[in-house]
C-alpha cells in the first residue's frame, strides 16, 4: 500500500511539474509576446506607419502620351494594385508561397518554429503576411543567433497580425509583391515586369509568372539574366508551375506545355543612362531639386523626388522621342564614318590648324575634368602622379556607333579618340502651346553627358540671320519682295563701335547682283545682311532677340549679322517659334504638371506669353523662310536634282520654313525647320571647335544638321496619330505687307551650301 502511495504521489508531482511549466513557459511565452508589443525589444510599428509603409516609392516621368519615359528612384520601386496583378501571378504566388493564406490570420505556427529551429536555412515557410512584415520593418535578413531570431519572429507575428487587421487579404498580396527585390534594380513587381519582359504585370503570361515567384526563394540564386543560371532557373520555374497544378489552378496538360516552354527574357535595364530621352530626364533632374524648395509638404518639409512617389507629368511625347534619337542615329553614324575617314589624313586629327602647345591644352582640360582625374585626386595622388597614369594602357570599354567596344588604349588615348565625335543637340517644340516634344542632348549620355540643348552655348552662323530680316521688316517697313543689291559693302571704321572697317563677303567672293529679300535669305547672302544690320543698327537686333526669348550674351556688335554669336539650341528653337506662332513669343514649356503618390495636383504649369511683333511681320519672315527649303541652302528636302545636287531622299511638298547656319570653319551645322504646329532644330559639331570638318562640303548646316531634320520629319509624318501639319501657314487677313514675290532663283553658291554632286556622299 505504501508502495502504491508513493507512486501516486510521484505521479502527481510530475503532473503537477509539468502544468507548472507547461504554465510557465506559456506565461513565459505570452510576456515575451507583450513585451516585444510594447516596444522592449526594439521599436514596433505605429498605426501610423502600418497605413503608411516606408517603402521609398520611385517618382515616375510620365511623357505627354502616357508612356513612362523614366524614374527618380533611391530604390526602382513604383506600386501597384491588386487590379494590376494578373491572376496567374497571384495563383502562382499563394500556391507557392503560403497555400493556406486565405484561411489563416497572418501565423503559421509550425513554420515559424521550423525557421527557429533551423535558424532561417531551412526557408521558414513564413506566411505572406510574415514575409510582408519583415520586409517592411525588419529586412530580409534574419539573425542567425537563436535568441535574436526567436524575438525577430515574435515581432512579425506580431506585426503580421496587425496587417491582417488592418489591410484585406487582396491589399496584402499587392504589398508583398511591391516590396520584394527581384534584383538588376527590379524593386517590386512593376519593375521587374518591365526590367524582365518589358511588359506591364497585368501583361504577363502564367510561365513568366511562375519565373517571379520562382525567384522569391532566392533572388540572386535564380536570377534569370545570369546565363550560368539558366538551368535552375528553368527549373525552379517548372517547381512553380507544378505547384498551381498540385493547388488546382493549373490542369496537368497545361502545366506540362507550358513547362516545355524556355524562359525568354526581353530585358531593359533602368537606369539614368538608358531608355529615351536620357538628358532630358538628368535636366528635368536639375529642374526639380530646386523646384522642391518652393513647395513644400503641409508639414513644411521638402519632396524627396527619389522616395515620395512623385509623378511629373511632361510635354515630351515619346514616339516623337523615339523617332528623334533614331534619326540622329541613323544620320550621325553615317556622318562620323565620313569624319573618321577624313580624320586619317590630318596628321593631328580630329583637330584642324592648331599647333602642338594649343592641342595639349585642349587635352590636358579633358584630363583635369575626367572622372579618374577627380577620383585620383581623392586619393591623394599629385597632379604628376595622374598625368603619369593616363599614359599606362589600361582595358576599357569605348564608345563606338556599332555598340561598345573592349580595346586597351591608354587614357589619354581614350580622350583623342572621344574628341573625334560629333555632338548633337536637337529639340522640336509646339509654337502654340510651348509644349517641347523632343530633347535629344547628345548622342550617347553613358558616355557623353554635356547636354547640347541647354548647356551648350554655340555659334549660330546664319541662323541668327532671320532676326535680323525681322528687324528691318519691322522697323523699316521692308518686305520679303523688296529689292536690294549683293554687292560689295564695307562698314567704316568707327560706325557702330568697329575698331576697323569691315567688308564682308559671300564664300566664293562673288556677288549676286539685285536680288529680294527673300533670295537674299534663301542663299545666305552676307553683304546683305551685313547692310541691313547698318540700317537698323545692332542694339535694335539685339532687341528683337532678347524680346524673341533669347537670354545669352550676344554682343552689340555689327558682327551678329552673320552668326557671331553663341545661343543654345532650346532658345534658338523658342525664338523661331514665335514666327510659326503669329508673332506671340511662348516660353518653351517641359512640364504640364506634377502630383502626389495620392493624385494630388501640387504644381500646374501654365505657359508664359509676349507679343513680340504683330502678324504681318511673322508671316512675312516665315514667307522668307520658306524661300530658303524652296530653292535655297535647305532646298535638298525637296528632293530631285537641284542645281547639281541629286539623290535626295527626302521629298517634301508642303510648306516648310527653315534657316540652315554654318559657323566660319565648319565648327557648327546648323538647321532650323517649322511647319504650322511644330518647330524643330539641331545643331551638330564636336565638342571642340578645334575640331571639325576641313571641307564645308561635309562641316555646312545643310549636311550636318538639315538630313536630322529630314528623318525625323518623314517618322512624324508616317505616323498618323501624331498629326502633324502639311497645310500652309495660317496667313493674316488683309496683310499689308507684300510676300508673294516671284521665283527665287536657282541654288547659288553660297556660305551653307555648294554646287556638288551629292552622289559622293548622299544624305
Known amino acids: 500500500m505504501a508502495t502504491k502511495r508513493t507512486e501516486k504521489n510521484n505521479f502527481s508531482k510530475y503532473i503537477k511539474f509539468f502544468w507548472k511549466t507547461f504554465l510557465f513557459g506559456l506565461g513565459f511565452i505570452v510576456l515575451l509576446f507583450l513585451f516585444a508589443s510594447w516596444g522592449f525589444f526594439g521599436a514596433m510599428p505605429t498605426f501610423e506607419a502600418l497605413e503608411n509603409p516606408d517603402s521609398n516609392i520611385a517618382t515616375e516621368i510620365m511623357s505627354a502620351d502616357g508612356v513612362v519615359l523614366g524614374k527618380f528612384y533611391a530604390q526602382n520601386r513604383v506600386p501597384v494594385t491588386f487590379e494590376d496583378l494578373p491572376k496567374d501571378l497571384v495563383n502562382a504566388l499563394v500556391a507557392t508561397e503560403d497555400e493556406r493564406f486565405y484561411e489563416h490570420s497572418g501565423i503559421d505556427a509550425r513554420g515559424t518554429l521550423r525557421a527557429v529551429v533551423m535558424l532561417g536555412r531551412g526557408g521558414g515557410a513564413s506566411t505572406i503576411s510574415q514575409q510582408l512584415a519583415k520586409n517592411l520593418f525588419h529586412g530580409s535578413d534574419g539573425s542567425k543567433n537563436i535568441v535574436l531570431r ?20 487582396k491589399e496584402i498580396i499587392a504589398m508583398y509583391l511591391n516590396q520584394v527585390d527581384f534584383v538588376n534594380g527590379a524593386i517590386g513587381i512593376r519593375s521587374a515586369s518591365k526590367i524582365y519582359f518589358n511588359k506591364e504585370p497585368k501583361d504577363l503570361t502564367t510561365e513568366e509568372a511562375a519565373v517571379f515567384v520562382g525567384m522569391l526563394k532566392n533572388p540572386s540564386l ?12 528553368l527549373d525552379r520555374r517548372n517547381t512553380v508551375l507544378g505547384q498551381m497544378e498540385r493547388s488546382g489552378f493549373l490542369k496537368t496538360a497545361k502545366k506540362e506545355e507550358l513547362q516545355k516552354k524556355p524562359v525568354v527574357l526581353d530585358f531593359k535595364p533602368e537606369s539614368h543612362n538608358e531608355g529615351i530621352a536620357t538628358y532630358f530626364r538628368e535636366y528635368l533632374k536639375g529642374y526639380m531639386k530646386d523646384w522642391v524648395k518652393n513647395h513644400k509638404k503641409e508639414d513644411g ?19 516623337m522621342q523615339k523617332y528623334a534619337e533614331e534619326a540622329v542615329e541613323e544620320h550621325l553614324t553615317i556622318l562620323q564614318a565620313k569624319f573618321f575617314e577624313l580624320a586619317k589624313k590630318e596628321k593631328n586629327a580630329p583637330f584642324i590648324k592648331i599647333n602642338e602647345e594649343e592641342t595639349e591644352r585642349i587635352i590636358k582640360s579633358a584630363m583635369k575634368n575626367s572622372e579618374r582625374w577627380r577620383i585620383l585626386k581623392e586619393d591623394g595622388k599629385s597632379d604628376d602622379e595622374i598625368l603619369k597614369s593616363f599614359e599606362v594602357k589600361t582595358k576599357m570599354k569605348i564608345f563606338s556607333w556599332k555598340g561598345e567596344k573592349d580595346t586597351i588604349m591608354t587614357p589619354r588615348d581614350s580622350i583623342r579618340y572621344y574628341k573625334h565625335f560629333l555632338q548633337t543637340g536637337m529639340m522640336a517644340m509646339e509654337p502654340q502651346t510651348g509644349h517641347i516634344k523632343v530633347w535629344v542632348g547628345g548622342i550617347n549620355h553613358k558616355y557623353f553627358q554635356y547636354d547640347h540643348v541647354a548647356q551648350g552655348a554655340r555659334q549660330v ?17 521692308m518686305s520679303p519682295c523688296d529689292s536690294i543689291i549683293d554687292g560689295p559693302f564695307t562698314m567704316p571704321k568707327g560706325k557702330w563701335g568697329i575698331s ?15 536680288v529680294t529679300l527673300k533670295t537674299a535669305l534663301a542663299h545666305s547672302l552676307n553683304p546683305v545682311s551685313a547692310k541691313l544690320m547698318d540700317r537698323v543698327g545692332p542694339q535694335a ?12 550674351e550676344i554682343p552689340v556688335t555689327p558682327a551678329i549679322a552673320l552668326g557671331a554669336v553663341d545661343i543654345t539650341v532650346n532658345q534658338m528653337i523658342g525664338a523661331f517659334s514665335t514666327f510659326a506662332n503669329q508673332g506671340v513669343y511662348i516660353k518653351p514649356t517641359f512640364i504640364s504638371r506634377i502630383e502626389d503618390k495620392n493624385g494630388v ?5 501654365i505657359p508664359q506669353s509676349k507679343d513680340v511683333m504683330n502678324r504681318d ?71 571642340d571647335r578645334a575640331a571639325h570638318f576641313r571641307r564645308t562640303l561635309y562641316g555646312q548646316g545643310a549636311c550636318m544638321s538639315l538630313p536630322i531634320w529630314g528623318l525625323f520629319m518623314d517618322k512624324c509624318y508616317k505616323d498618323k496619330e501624331l498629326k502633324i501639319s502639311k497645310e500652309a501657314f495660317e496667313k493674316p487677313d488683309k496683310i499689308s505687307i507684300r510676300v508673294d514675290c516671284t521665283t527665287v532663283g536657282t541654288i547659288v553658291d553660297s556660305t551653307d551650301v555648294e554646287a556638288v554632286d551629292m552622289k559622293e556622299f548622299d544624305f
Open 500 to 514: 576697323k572697317a569691315w567688308s564682308p563677303t559671300n564664300s566664293d567672293g562673288k556677288y549676286k547682283g539685285m
Open 461 to 477: 552662323g546664319s541662323t541668327f540671320k532671320p532676326f535680323v530680316y525681322s528687324t528691318a521688316i519691322e522697323q523699316l517697313g
Open 601 to 605: 495636383i501640387l504644381d500646374q504649369v
Open 541 to 552: 537686333v539685339v532687341d528683337m532677340a532678347r524680346d524673341l526669348g533669347v537670354t545669352s
Open 301 to 319: 518639409s521638402e519632396y524627396d523626388i527619389y522616395r515620395d512617389g512623385l509623378k511629373i507629368y511632361t510635354t515630351i511625347d515619346s514616339r
Open 150 to 169: 526567436i524575438i525577430q519572429k515574435i515581432k512579425e507575428w506580431i506585426i503580421a497580425t496587425r496587417l491582417e487587421r488592418q489591410y484585406t487579404k
Open 617 to 687: 511681320v511673322a508671316y512675312a519672315i516665315v514667307k522668307l523662310m520658306e524661300g530658303v527649303t524652296e530653292s535655297g541652302t535647305g532646298a535638298r528636302l525637296r528632293g530631285g536634282n537641284v542645281s547639281g545636287l541629286t539623290s535626295y531622299k527626302y521629298r517634301f511638298s508642303n510648306p516648310i520654313a527653315g534657316k540652315t547656319g554654318t559657323s566660319q570653319n565648319n565648327s557648327d551645322g546648323w538647321f532650323i525647320g517649322m511647319v504650322p504646329n511644330l518647330s524643330a532644330g539641331i545643331w551638330v559639331g564636336n565638342e
Open 222 to 233: 535564380y536570377n534569370p539574366n545570369r546565363d550560368t543560371r539558366k538551368k535552375i532557373v
